[in-house]
């Protein structure tokens, strides 16, 4: 495990890469950290200066991390493969990439979306591609601003794998001074609070977009993390995994941070942005905005009722005008609060 390759050298990916050196550092290791990144400029910016001006401004990165432009370069012997680029691209790369990849290597998947035409989670799309067995597959989720965690604020996360011994070793890789991750073996939970968060997120920007205040969004983030958990529970994860950083950590801070991306969407949508604007502003990625249609296609094939994911799927389709989501989002039958 000396060598670790992470893919995406993006906001995340890179911020990854400065925890696991800084990480290494914290406990007396040497280790090899090569980050994939798809411009030779950063690469080289990353390797000589040891920054990526791009992503993380003048955020110093550890010595221990250089930079490549050749997959097959950062592949190369690495016994932990970080995954860190957009969810929709990540079937392609993994084609691509699949001959360099290391017979024993772990992966783990830093990314919250859901694969659209399929559905399918990335730690699927791993299984499917790479030919690895789940006790390999590894899920890194969490309250996780990147900027924050760049400036080496205290943040826990959760990594998650079948085998949780291995998610034990993983966990050790990545434990530095500001950056505290538990374990956990529900890989579909974990996914799913990661997933669905952003379309909630994009709900909570568009309310703010309009002027909505703080009753509002406390109920769309509480009745957000109920529908999450209606999902996950049908996919097999578990209810304890939402209440905790996976879920609702990640989904209160996705919801509440003007860093989030897909807040900042939302809040462009209800700001009155058409969407083709809303992308043209963003420049990184916001998965919530590609994967709301796939989560609620996924709902609907497990007869999961995920009201707050419909609308802002009919906003984005241009169905629902952000003035109506609102009045929306609480138009309907009344029931119980018990259970989800
Ligand atoms: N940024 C965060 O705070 C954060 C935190 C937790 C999880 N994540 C997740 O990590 C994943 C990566 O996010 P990010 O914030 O690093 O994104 P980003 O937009 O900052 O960077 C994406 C990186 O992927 C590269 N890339 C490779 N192939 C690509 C392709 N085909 N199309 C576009 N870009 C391609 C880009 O060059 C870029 O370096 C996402 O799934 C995101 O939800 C992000
Ligand atoms: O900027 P966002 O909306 O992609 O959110 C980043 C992280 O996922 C927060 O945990």
Known sequence: MNRIAVMGAGSWGTTFAKVLGDAARASGVERDIVLWARRAEAAQEITREHRNSRYLQDTPLPDSVRATDSAVEALAEAGVVVLAVPAQSLREQLRDWKDAVSPDALVVSLMKGLERGTDDRMSQVIAQEWGIPAQRILVLSGPNLALEIAREEPTASVVAC??????????????????????????????????????????????????????????????????????????????????????????????????????????????????PQVVERMTQTAEGVKSADAVHELAARHGVEMPITAAVVAVLAGRLAVEDLGPLLLNRSLKSEDGY
């Open 162 to 275: 079948e085998d949780e011994t291995v998610a034990q070793q993983v966990a050790e890789l990545c434990t530095a001074p500001y950056f505290r991750p538990y374990t956990s073996s529900d890989v579909v939970g974990v996914e799913i609070g990661g997933i669905v968060k952003n379309v909630i997120a994009l709900a909570v920007g568009i309310c703010e977009g309009r002027d909505m205040g703080d009753n509002t969004k406390a109920s769309v983030i509480t009745r957000g993390l109920a529908e999450t958990t209606r999902l996950a529970l049908a996919l097999g994860g578990e209810a304890h995994t939402m209440a905790g950083l996976a879920g609702l950590g990640d989904l209160v801070a996705t919801c509440a941070s003007p860093l989030s991306r897909n807040h900042t969407a939302g809040k462009l949508l209800g700001q009155g942005l058409t969407m």
